[in-house]
């Protein structure tokens, strides 16, 4: 069985962003970028099961500009054993993603799909649904545990949801997204990243894949949260009172 | 390195012991007792350092937890070197005094509080307490004047103390000096965005300055494991080295200007902003590295350096100290200009930190005998990577690295970092420790470890880490690192800890130029008294 890891490259997590003076989005000149988070849990998961035997192959795929391929280089590093990197100018939102792993998916037939819960760039969690929905494949979504039946064909997945814990089985092909206590994503060790050197990333266009990218959403204007205001001291309970009532209105 | 075994030589040993890095002296022997006969008498006394006899200090009696076997020692050596008695010239604490403080600071900032008053008397290794019954908060330099000029006419001693993470006892008092904090000192007054320079209060915390300096795009160029707490005006009294020393180059250099205040009250404006400034004697120079001896840093103007986004740390093993050097060597020939920290930490030290730490993991998955941290810092993400790469697989084909990893993000990066800054964290959980900083050739460094693990034994544990970029190794024995031309204390400074010691690392002729040095400006002794510079020189 393949499995199909989608990755995605990302501001670091630990980076302070700024929004971008013209507020079309958050400055990402000089900034360190990173996997996505999330997507490196996927990618863990994806190789233990591999190394358990229930895998054959793990190919991770970015979509973006040509600076994708150091994520997949990382992915690769990790153990992944080919990268796919699909070109693309500029950022897509989630259902245009979801189209080009669809058309991947056609092409490259995994058993299973998995990718992180959301970006942490956009927060949009829906690339995972949408794949599985364009499928017509089952899906487990915030999987904080995976176990695999290969007689069965299944997958017996964990989902982490407001009330606890769901756990659901679906059968295979299926979509998986990590959620993350899932697992501890490896490091890239010296001996794997110099094995990763030879391993290939093979360039697709969005014409080889046959995807219309058109969007029917556009993104207007990018701004920050409004400051944390400082709080007031009130001088007596009175004066609170009076603040309560005619100011935040809530007595 | 920690030697959770503490030993001492007799007083009759330091004195006869004194050897100059260029000459032996030629009327003393140079005695090497053996190691056996400095071994201490501990006596595990629970928790908490309990005693209140400030001369015994050196004796260790604060224990921490016990060191499973490790409890009683036979006694073999005496400590009478390390007694240091309470100078009678001095004098007492009297209600007169604390009402002009009073007045000249307002009540808020005179603290007699005794919860507040022992934690400012204890140092942050739990090592050394003093029994001040009071503490300052200047607000401004003109009260830090007030202050001196005043304890100067009275002849009350007193101890600077900034974030109080010294590791040598040099920030808290000995007796009961007046506590000096300058902890409200703490704005930044100016920031050139052109060349760098920011001019600040002593009392600023360095992560703040840190964080301050990032949103404009700069970095402090100094880094330690205490920046969460120390002051600016500390690192420039202690001449704080850190992890970024051997990108940045020490204090001595980034510190364009300084602002203190002598034991009589003089305000010496020295805060230049600028890189070149050939007008006269530069006596900054004099207060870097002084530990508040010579006058009470209030002011600092420091250059710092632009911010460069591309960072890669790399956390690698290494079979044995030979390969660790070779790698240092080929690292700075290999990354050059990138290269920002290189430090080292032995199969011990990472085991004392998995053990005592939370959350922390061995980034490579097989044990092994010594572990070193590569960072480089430059400016284009992907070239500085495959020059890191490229130079880290060459090592490995070559046999200098057995395993290593690369961190791929930030959160990664954090975590190995964790690991090298953690041992001082963990060092102090595991109890009875005595830590101390020195600095070798590079070639010698991890010789004393080994030697001191030949004749300890089982008795304790023994462990070496540090910045092996700079040369320096922590801890040692001071008459090893004599013999081998090394500095008894690279970065911590000699505080009271080692005070009676400088003879292991300058010569008598030099010792003495610096005791003139400080008789001149501080006449009366009142500035960090019993520190620095051998008690035997200020003894009444």
Known sequence: MKILVAVKRVVDYAVKIRVKPDKTGVDTQNVKMSMNPFCEIALEEALRIKEAGFAKEVVAVSIGPSQCVDTLRTGLAMGADRGIHVEASYSFLPLTIAKILKSLADVENPGLIFLGKQAIDDDCNQTGQM?????????????????????????????????????????????????????????????????????????MTLEDLKVDIKSDIEIVEVTEPPKRKSGVIVSSVDELIYKLKNEAHVV | MMMIHRWRRSGEFVRSACKSLSSLRPEHNSMSPPVSG????????????????????????????????????????????????????????????????????????????EERLETANTDWMHKYRGSSKLMLLPKNTEEVSQILKYCDSRSLAVVPQGGNTGLVGGSVPVFDEVIINVGLMNKVLSFDEVSGVLVCEAGCILENLATFLDTKGFVMPLDLG???????????????????????????????????????????????????????YDLKHLFIGSEGSLGIVTKVSILTQPKMSSVNLAFIACKDFLSCQKLLVEAKRNLG????????????????????????RNPVSSSENFYILIETTGSGETYDREKLEAFLLKSLEQGLVSDGVIAQDINQASSFWRIREGITEALQKAGACYKYDLSLPVEEIYNIVNDLRGRLGDLANVMGYGHLGDGLIEPYVYEWTSKHRGSISAEHGLGVMKANEIFYSKSPETVALMVSIKKLLDPKGILNPYKVLPHSFFSP
């Open chain 2, 226 to 280: 205490a920046k969460g707490s120390c002051h600016i005006g500390g690192n420039v009294s202690t001449n704080a080295g850190g992890l970024r020393l051997i990108r940045y180059g020490s204090l001595h250099g980034t510190v364009l200007g300084l602002e203190a205040v002598t034991a009589n009250g003089n305000v010496l404006d020295m805060l230049g902003t600028l890189r070149k400034d050939n007008t006269g």
């Open chain 2, 337 to 360: 200009e990138i290269l920002s920290a290189f430090e080292f930490l032995d199969n011990n030290s990472m085991d004392l930190v998995l053990n005592h730490l939370d959350g922390v």
């Open chain 1, 131 to 203: 794949v599985a929905a364009l499928l017509g494949w089952p899906q487990a979504t915030f999987a904080s545990k995976v176990v695999l039946d290969k007689d069965k064909q299944s997958a017996t997945v964990d989902r982490e949801v407001d009330e606890g814990l769901e756990t659901l089985s679906v059968d295979l092909p299926a979509v998986i997204t990590t959620d993350l206590r899932l697992n501890q994503p490896r490091y890239a060790t010296l001996p794997n990243i110099m094995k990763a050197k030879s391993k290939p990333i093979k360039k």
């Open chain 2, 38 to 113: 400095f071994v201490n008498r501990y006596e595990s006394k629970g928790k908490t350092f309990q005693s209140n006899a400030w001369n015994d200090h050196n004796r260790e009696l604060d224990l921490g937890r016990n060191l499973g076997m490790m409890q009683q020692y036979k006694s073999f050596g005496s400590s009478s070197a390390s007694k240091v008695q309470r100078n009678p010239l001095f004098s007492s604490l009297e209600p007169k005094d604390v009402s002009y403080f009073k007045e000249i600071l307002g009540d808020k900032h005179v603290i007699e509080d």
